[in-house]
Every structure is written in structure tokens, then in C-alpha cells.
């Protein structure tokens, strides 16, 4: 019965904690806490860091029966319980749950030798449901079925999954709304669109389309974002329409509320939704929709401002117009984004921002290379990705690591086909074997995909037969994922290469 009651408290000591942080001075550095009159012991004493709410590991999964385990040689606080398993690091900004990758809202931080990590990981991770009921102004904590929880009263109080209510001091606001979208917005920066979109719509339930336009507005555009994320991983038509749901009605806020600026960047998000569909489906009214898309967005940035976005908007389009075969218009737009995002590097003294634009300009470098007389930018493009590649490690951002050496592999194999040089073959298949560290089956299906695709072209270029053996295999270990139900565009092209190499064997 004490051991029910402590956890009771742990859970509402830390919804309390959450609370606080959302309504604190940021510059506090305890925060204790009084339930009853007696206050929690101080082993359980929170800190507030950069405004967020810190709790010791140790101290709060113990209390919740969990086992931990401190591993000195890689500073992680293992807790184990039943069958789940949490792994928190310090200095991390991550945790491993089951397995799986979570965000945090803070790094893992030892304070005082103990390993201190937020308070909302925790509260989600030890399965209490938190709901914000705004017509009423209620919190309410469960870690049961929400249907079974009865609200009686009015007013701010919060009422647990076994009935105990505790009052709270100040109400919920508009604040803690836009605590929820900060923190979906960096799951999504941070290639989690899953739980991203379930942020998302926790959100959508606080707020209307009528009360907070220009939030709505943001979720809309954002949930495309995630939409649009998802469809790299499967389901990728029904994902994409999805997106271009959300993009549209986000679309009409902007437009009517003569936001130039936003109405732009969505209508670059919806065309790169409608790029996609062209690229699964092979429908050139897609590619039409998304040229004219990009025109849209690209009308809505002065010539004085926002160098960046004409930049990267000056790309899509280029490539737009590559694929609509009027290569004289797609260079002239590539060269506009070459020029520009030169420009914005010669003035820049912000390292992130520096490592961003190279990356743009060696993707910039590397579509201008296809294109006649742009062997040149081969080198430029490896330059670029390769200065990148000193910051966007394989530890510190693994899905811009996978991107950039499957696009060293396109630029080796570029390089080959200019010059010759068949050890730019071999680098390739290094640079495409490397993308599928993170590339892989489970994870990312379509990038894993098209790897496979570059892989067999490679070893098609080699030619030798064991060459053309690893051509075969890779060309169909492609084909698993690009069916032509739901691939038809991928599906042809891959067939077609692989029914090639087999006519090519049959006549060696």
C-alpha cells in the first residue's frame, strides 16, 4: 500500500514538476515541492535547466520499481524492468527505449555525480497519459484507460488514474501549447515523424482553426513535413496525399491572411509533396504540379531578403525543369542557385549555417554536373560534401551522414563515367555501402532502395561476371521494395537495368 502511494506522489510530483517548468522563472535553480503539507525528500529535489524541468534518474525509477544499473566505461544509467528496457547517457540528447531511439527535451547531465535527465521523458516513458481538457481547464493523469476516468467540479484541478485530485495553483495557457509545439517541432527536425504527428494532433485537440489561425496554420504545414517523412519509409501515396491535405489548408490560412513569407515556404513544401508523386508514379501532370508550385513560392520572396529560400526554391526548380526536358531553363535556374548560395557563403560567420549552405551547393554542384559541358562540378560536389562531412558525422546526425556518402557515390560514379578512372568505381560502391549503415531494409525502405539501384548500376559498369552476379542481387534486393503497384516509376527502371544485365550474362 505505501509502495501504491509513492508512485501515486512520484506521478504527481512530476506532472507538478512540468507545470512549473512551463509557468517558472527560468532562472530558479530548485525546485521543491509540497504535497499534504511535507515536503518530498530531498533526494528527490529537481533542477530547472534552460527552463526545463531535470529529475534524478536513479531515484524516480527506483521509486517506481524499476532496476538501475549505473555503466561507469560508457556513463549510462541502464533501468530495467519486467521486459522493458531504458538507456539513458549523459551528454546525450537521446534515450534507448526497447530499442528505439526517443528525443529528449534536454541532454542527459550529471549534476552532483548523479545522472539528472527531464521530467516530461520520464513522465511519458513510465506510461501516465497527460490530457489538457480546455473547456474546462483540466489535467488529467492516468496511467489506465482515459474512458474510465470520471470528472466531477469544475475548475483547475487535476484528477489521477486512482481518483486522487490535487489542486493546481495556475492554469494551463496558451504557453503550454507552445511548449507541446516546440518540442514536435524537434522531433521533427530530428527525422522522428512519427511521434512528431502524434504531438501534432494532441495539439490540434487544444486549439481550433478559428482560435489560433496562425498555430493551426503551423501544425498544418508541419504535419505535411512529417507526412511527407513518412512516405520515404512506406505507405508513400497514401502519405504523400495526406501531406498535400495538410499543405493545402494550410495554404488557405496564409492566403488569406496575406502571409507571403509562410504561404511561400509551404507552397515549396507542397511542391516537393508533388515531386514525389512524380517520382513513384511517373505522372508528368505531378512534375507540372510542382514546377508551378515552386513559380508560386518563388513569387513570394522579395529580391531583397531571404537569400536562402530563393536558393533552395531556385534548385527545385532547376531540377523540375531538368525532368520536363528543358535543360536550358533548368541550368539557368541552377546557376541562380549556385550564384546565390556562393553569395550567402562568402558572408556568413555562423559555422551551422556554413555547414548547411555547402551541403545545398554540393547538391547544387552535383545536379549542374548531368547537365551538357558540367563535368567541372564533379569535383566541386565532392569538395562540398567532404568539407560537410567533418561536422554531419555518423554519431552526430546519421540520416545527413547516409545522404551525403549515397551522394559521394553518385558523384564517383559521375567521375568514372567523364574520365575512366575505374577506381572511382570501387569508391563508389564504398561511399553506397557506407549510406547503408542507416540506410537499411527495416528502417528506410526507399533509400535503402535506391541504393540497391546505384549498387547494381555500379557493379553493371564493372562488368566482370561475379560483377554482374552482385548486379543481379542488388537490382533485386531493389525491386523488393519498389513494386509496381506502389513504385510503378522505380519498378520499370529497375527491371529494365536488371532484364539488361541478364541478356548481357546470356550472351557472355
Partial sequence: MIKSILKTLILIILIGIILYANLADASAQNIKFVINSSKIAQDFQAKLINGVAFVPVGSVFNAMGWEVEWNGACRSAISTKEDNKIVLKAGSKEADVNGEKVLLDGTATIINSRLYVSSRFIANQLGMKIIWNKKDNLIILSNKDLSSVTINGGGNIVIAGNGIIVSIVEAYSSETVMVMLNYADRLLKANNPTEALAKYKKILENISREEDTHTYAHVM????????????????????????????????????????????????????????????????????????????????????????????????????????????????????????????????????????????????????????????????????????????????????????????????????????????????????????????????????????????????????????????????????????????????????????????????
Fill in 221 to 508: 504545414n508541419n504535419m505535411g513535413n512529417a507526412y511527407s517523412m513518412l512516405a520515404e519509409i512506406n505507405d508513400v501515396r497514401k502519405n504523400i496525399f495526406y501531406a498535400l491535405d495538410k499543405y493545402n489548408e494550410a495554404l488557405g490560412i496564409y492566403e488569406k491572411n496575406s502571409d507571403s513569407i509562410n504561404y511561400g515556404i509551404t507552397s515549396n513544401n507542397l511542391g516537393n509533396a508533388y515531386k514525389i508523386l512524380w517520382e513513384v508514379s511517373g505522372y508528368k501532370m505531378y512534375l507540372i504540379e510542382a514546377r508551378d508550385q515552386y513559380e508560386k513560392a518563388l513569387q513570394s520572396y522579395s529580391l531583397e531578403g531571404y537569400i536562402l529560400d530563393r536558393a533552395l526554391i531556385q534548385y527545385n526548380l532547376g531540377i523540375v525543369y531538368e525532368e520536363l526536358g528543358q535543360g536550358n531553363v533548368a541550368k539557368e535556374n541552377l546557376s541562380k542557385a549556385r550564384e546565390l548560395y556562393e553569395e550567402a557563403l562568402q558572408g556568413c560567420d555562423n559555422e551551422d549555417m556554413g555547414v548547411a549552405i555547402r551541403y545545398n551547393l554540393g547538391n547544387t554542384y552535383k545536379v549542374l554536373s548531368k547537365l551538357p559541358e558540367g563535368i567541372s562540378y564533379l569535383e566541386k560536389s565532392k569538395e562540398a560534401y567532404q568539407s560537410v562531412l567533418k561536422t554531419k558525422t555518423l554519431e552526430s546526425y546519421p540520416m545527413d551522414y547516409a545522404r551525403i556518402h549515397k551522394s559521394l557515390g553518385d558523384i564517383c560514379k559521375g567521375l568514372f563515367e567523364a574520365g575512366g578512372d575505374r577506381d572511382n568505381l570501387s569508391k563508389a560502391l564504398e561511399e553506397y555501402k557506407e549510406g547503408l549503415k542507416l540506410y537499411t531494409l527495416e528502417d528506410r525502405p526507399v533509400c535503402y532502395a535506391k541504393i540497391q539501384f546505384e549498387i547494381g548500376n555500379v557493379y553493371t559498369l564493372m562488368s566482370g561476371s561475379e560483377d554482374i552476379k552482385e548486379a543481379c542481387k542488388a537490382y533485386e534486393e531493389a525491386l523488393n521494395v519498389f513494386t509496381a503497384s506502389d513504385y510503378p516509376l522505380f519498378n520499370k527502371l529497375v527491371t529494365n537495368a536488371l532484364n539488361r544485365v541478364k541478356t548481357t550474362d546470356k550472351d557472355d
